[in-house]
Every structure is written in C-alpha cells, then in structure tokens.
C-alpha cells in the first residue's frame, strides 16, 4: 500500500514484493538474438497476464458509490530492469486497499468517501445527510465495515494480509512460470 492508499501489485523475477522464481536459462553468448528473443517472448507474457488479472480484478471490484475503485485498475507494462522483468498491475483509487478488504473497528473512516456514499444512497436534506454521515462514520469505527467482518473480497485475502497472498495473485504467478517455462528457442 502506498502513501496515497493506493497499491501496487507487482509480478516480477527477483526479489520484491511479489518475487516470481527466477526462471533461468544458459545461453551461450555466441546467441545473443536467442536472449533478446527469450526476453521479448517472456516481457509479452507478464503483460498479457498483467493485463489478465487487471480485467478479471476490475471486473470483480465492487461499484461503491463513485464507481472509482472498479475504474481504477491499470498495468504498468512489462520491463526490464537489472535482470529482472517487471511489471505491476496498479489501483490507483484513494484508500484502495481499505476498499478491498474493509476497515477494521477503531478510528472514524475519512469524512468525504463516507458523504459521497449517502449523497448517492440516501438523499435527503442537508441536515440529515450530514446525521446519516455521522452514524454511518461511527458504526464503522465501532464494528468495521461488512466486507471486514465478512472477510469476503475480491482478491481473496484476510484483512491485514499481503496482497501477494491472494489466491489470483498466485494463479497468476503459477501461469506466467508455465507458460515461460514453455518457451521454446530455436
């Protein structure tokens, strides 16, 4: 999770957030156009499979009431860094991660997602969005939000976990070895 509450899910070789097995291949350096072949194949399956969760995660992230968090998926393409071939699948949507996976009881919610919210469900006069904002801020931060308590989102994962731990992430990560290990140079 970043600063700003949004996250960032990264699938890529070598070490970080969510670290994918190295997969290795000897070439001899008398085949340089095999290497370039071998990474411009593997960078075309982290952005086909990057692009694949993104769908499948926008597809499944709930509408709210600003509809933000599902528009809010994007893929930062595949690129080569140090070795490694990185790309990350992004939500850039304020608070994000607490959108996901509910907020746990404690502090009061932030005031403007929460008015935002009853302004689209409620109606009413000033006055009683205002109240209904209010209760709404305090329930939350008494018992949580539903999707908390019910530990049902979209990724998969409790809250408090890392995101690597969600089941997509690790399917995702389970084809883009299969199909790179299916590469065939010639």
């Known amino acids: 999770t970043r600063s700003d509450g949004s996250f960032l899910l990264n699938l890529f070789s070598g070490a970080g957030l969510m670290p994918i097995p190295d997969v290795r291949l000897q070439i001899r350096t008398s085949s340089p156009s095999l290497v370039d072949d071998f990474v411009r ?21 709930p509408v709210g009431a600003t509809g933000e968090l599902k528009a809010a998926w994007d893929v930062i393409p595949a690129r080569r860094q140090v070795g490694d071939i990185r790309v990350a699948v992004i939500n850039t949507a304020d608070n994000a991660y607490s959108r996901i996976v509910g907020r746990g009881p404690g502090k009061f919610p932030p005031v403007e997602p929460v008015e935002a919210w009853v302004r689209t469900k409620v109606g009413g006069s000033e006055e009683e969005r205002r109240r209904a904002t209010f209760l709404i801020r305090r329930k939350i931060a008494r018992e949580g939000t539903e999707r908390f308590k019910s530990k049902q989102n979209i990724l998969g994962i409790q809250p408090g976990e890392p995101v690597d731990k969600s089941p997509l992430i690790q399917e995702t990560r389970e084809r883009i070895i299969a199909r790179i290990n299916d590469i065939t140079l010639d």
């Open 41 to 61: 194949r593997s960078r075309t399956i982290y952005d086909d499979e990057a692009l694949e969760l993104a769908d499948r995660l926008q597809q499944a992230s």
